[in-house]
């Protein structure tokens, strides 16, 4: 195979979307892993010391589950799947397998709009503080479930999800 074609190849499995999901979804995972540790070891998180707005969000009541495990840390499985999914959605990948893929990445990417705004409403009208920690977590889940969502479509279109 020539060099030209096996360059087309690698852009076919890795379109720059494609790129761009696992890129969100690993700042996103990441992101979800610092304030989750940041949880269970306490302590404050750079740029939340005492009495800030963003301590005030971390430390609130809606930050965990029963107080014992961080919501954060649900966060980190919805990413950690996600992720996984994303490996199965490219072109060479068996119908039936890529098709359960794209939707579990849609079911995920709901959650995950959801939550991004469920929690953004808390910080607002609830706490009344904002956490940028959350806020960028937040921002980075939206951008990645609109374009999971605008990707799914656009695939739909071409019987990504339908079948060959």
Request: charge should be positive; aromatic fraction near 10%; include cysteine.
């Amino acid at each position: 195979m020539s060099e030209n074609k096996k360059s087309v190849n690698k852009r076919q499995l890795w379109p720059w979307w494609r790129l761009c999901i696992t890129g969100l979804n690993i700042i996103a995972l990441v992101l979800s892993v610092i304030m989750s540790w940041h949880y269970i070891i306490g302590g404050s998180m750079l740029g939340c010391g005492g009495g800030s707005p963003c301590e005030q969000v971390l430390t609130s009541k809606w930050s965990a589950i029963g107080g014992l495990f961080p919501v954060s840390g649900l966060a980190v499985g919805a990413y950690l799947a996600l992720l996984a999914a994303s490996f199965f959605i490219s072109y060479n990948t068996e119908a039936s397998l890529r098709r359960l893929a794209w939707k579990s990445m849609l079911v995920l990417a709901g959650a995950i709009a959801g939550s991004a705004i469920w929690f953004t409403v808390l910080q607002k009208w609830i706490i009344g503080s904002f956490c940028p920690w959350c806020m960028s977590a937040h921002i980075t889940g939206l951008l990645l479930a609109g374009l999971i969502i605008w990707r799914s479509i656009s695939d739909s279109d071409h019987h990504t999800l339908k079948g060959d």
